[in-house]
């Protein structure tokens, strides 16, 4: 069965924490993705990779760090500069074709994290 | 540069109605639309997609939509609105990566 795993489901951290959100994919995707949902504004893209060891700052990296030593795995830290953590965090996946920009992506179900 | 607008925050509809939500886009280059529908504490599901092939799109339950290039709009309809329809649905546009646009919660009444 293929498909997108993150893990936790829920997430609970005190202040000035770090706290690490696992994503692994199995899809044998080389693209992988984290966003951040808040109500009312839709998902905004925290980094992205595009291949193994590789990857690039979204529109609101501030405050988070990633790693992608593996092809089916891409991590995210949430660091104690974040200023406001509490969020749902969605990881995905997308795969290369003829086309690439063209493929969709594939979502995991998520990890709400909230900041005590 | 890109950006998608959903024109509906919140849409109500009877069960068994239609179903229409508005989307706009811009985007410099011909581009790829999704629809992604989003139930409660849950992932995102494609619905449907667009990648300039017909501009009509069927999708996953019983979901269509309209390319209109000269609207730039992307409209998400259904004939008949089920219970299980309720959900937060997104209009995406992307090249390299992918903008949202804020949402629209779908609530569908008895």
């Known amino acids: 069965d293929g498909g997108i795993t993150q893990s936790p489901k829920y997430l609970f951290r005190k202040e000035g924490q770090n706290v690490t959100l696992s994503c692994e994919q199995n899809?044998?995707?080389?693209?992988m993705y984290w966003y951040r949902q808040d109500p009312g504004q839709g998902l905004r893209l925290i980094y992205y990779?595009?291949?193994?060891?590789?990857?690039q700052k979204g529109d609101i990296a501030e405050g988070y760090s990633v790693s992608r030593e593996k092809k089916e795995s891409f991590p995210l830290t949430v660091t104690s500069a974040q200023k406001n953590p509490t969020a749902f965090y969605l990881c995905?996946?997308?795969?290369?074709?003829?086309?690439?920009?063209?493929?969709?992506?594939?979502f995991g179900p998520g990890t709400r994290l909230t900041v005590l | 540069a890109q950006s998608v607008t959903q024109l509906d925050s919140h849409v109500s509809v009877s069960e068994g109605t239609p179903v229409l939500l508005r989307c706009n886009y811009s985007?410099?280059?011909?581009?790829?639309l999704f629809w992604y529908v989003q139930h409660p504490n849950k992932g995102l599901q494609l619905l449907l997609k667009?990648?300039?092939?017909?501009?009509l799109v069927k999708g996953i339950n019983g979901f269509e939509a309209e390319f209109k290039k000269s609207e730039t709009s992307f409209h998400l309809t259904k004939p008949s609105a089920h219970m299980s329809d309720a959900a937060e649905y997104f209009c995406?546009?992307?090249?390299?990566?992918?903008?949202f646009g804020a949402g629209t919660t779908v609530t569908v009444r008895a």
């Open positions: 995905a996946s997308k795969g290369q074709g003829r086309a690439g920009a063209y493929n969709e992506q594939f």
């Open positions: 899809l044998n995707h080389d693209a």
């Open positions: 990779s595009q291949i193994v060891n590789d990857f």
């Open positions: 985007s410099s280059y011909s581009p790829s």
């Open positions: 667009y990648t300039s092939a017909a501009t």
């Open positions: 995406v546009v992307s090249d390299y990566k992918l903008s």
